[in-house]
């Protein structure tokens, strides 16, 4: 494919026209990710999330600007909200960035969640995909910043970014339950604010109460709009990094995230075949009466579909 050769060569405007194509889910998206599935895998993937005005797009610049004066290539996906009436989104991550994207060692794409829970778009992966294939050394999806449900980003990065600010009224409201549990390393943004030594004492003795991980995660205070603390944050990353492949977390994180994908995949074709078959001669109507009537119970209806599709 012609455009995948020039993506290849590095051609910015065909890796934007290939993530175009998987994220409207054209007949032609399963095409090009089975042509570059085999220059994949090598790119760093960094998650970036946290709660709404936490500063994570000021972060990522920041974040990019030091790897991109180490001669490094870095693909970012921010992800915005999509209105669930309009069905738009701002998209105003690019704008927060307009002059990272004329760096010719940066690429930046924009993508609307479309109504997809978990702090991610339906297409993400496809588009980390093609950035990953296209060369770039470190890829940063930076999430919608939706709370507690967004922990999508766990499927997908290697090292998971938590970023929160002091001042929010309920410290600890972006470190509960499973929020908690996907951080990497703890990124206390805005720390010139005061309550900033009271935020990282609390994340701190969370951590602490938290004695199933086998590596604790660093808390670190950076204030990310004066660019302080970013180099140290960066070491963090790459420290992170380090210890995945030494330890073999690595390939293990990579092999536990893949068998999700393949599952997600198989689901999505079984239900497309479930659909086809309960749909015929408004089969599935005619049954759910059955089950309201008390003729049958959604068990017995369940078991004669499945039965009919095997058959």
């Known amino acids: 494919m012609e455009l995948v050769q020039r993506m290849l060569a590095g051609d910015k405007r ?27 895998g090598n790119a760093h993937v960094i998650g ?21 004066n180490e001669g490094k290539k870095v693909g970012i996906i921010a992800v915005d909200p999509t209105s669930p009436y309009s069905g738009g989104s701002i998209l105003g991550d690019r704008i927060r960035m307009q002059d990272l994207a004329l760096n010719p060692n940066v690429f930046i794409r924009s993508m609307g969640t479309r109504g997809y829970l978990g702090g991610l778009s339906k297409f993400t992966k496809n588009a980390l995909k093609i950035l990953d294939a296209a060369g770039y050394d470190y890829i940063i999806i930076e999430t ?14 290697d090292t998971i970014l938590m970023v929160m600010v002091p001042g929010l009224g309920d410290d600890i409201q972006s470190i509960k339950a499973g929020i908690m549990e996907i951080g990497d390393i703890f990124v206390i943004n805005k720390s010139d604010l005061f309550g900033a030594d009271r935020t990282a004492t609390e994340v701190n003795m969370m951590l602490d109460l938290n004695m199933a991980v ?20 960066v070491l963090e990353i790459k420290n992170h990094i380090d210890y995945l492949k030494t330890s073999g977390k ?5 092999k536990n995230n893949l068998k999700i994908e393949v599952v997600e995949l198989i689901e999505a074709e079984l239900r497309k075949i479930v659909i086809s078959h309960t749909d015929k001669e408004n089969k599935l109507d005619s049954k759910v009466n059955e ?20 058959n």
């Open 250 to 254: 690595f390939e293990e994180r990579r």
């Open 144 to 157: 919608v910043g939706v709370g507690q449900s967004e922990v999508d980003i766990i499927k997908t990065a």
């Open 14 to 40: 065909a890796c934007a026209k290939l993530i175009t194509a998987v994220e409207n889910n054209s007949e032609e998206a399963e095409k090009i990710l089975r042509e570059i599935h085999r220059y994949t």
């Open 48 to 68: 970036i999330t946290g709660p709404p005005g936490a500063g994570k797009s000021t972060l990522t610049d920041k974040i990019v600007k030091f790897l991109i």
């Open 214 to 233: 086998e590596r604790r995660p660093p808390v670190l205070k950076v204030v990310a709009v004066k660019n302080e603390g970013i180099d140290n944050l």
């Open 291 to 310: 089950i309201i009537n008390k003729e049958k119970n959604i068990y017995e209806v369940r078991d004669e579909f499945l039965n009919a599709i095997k």
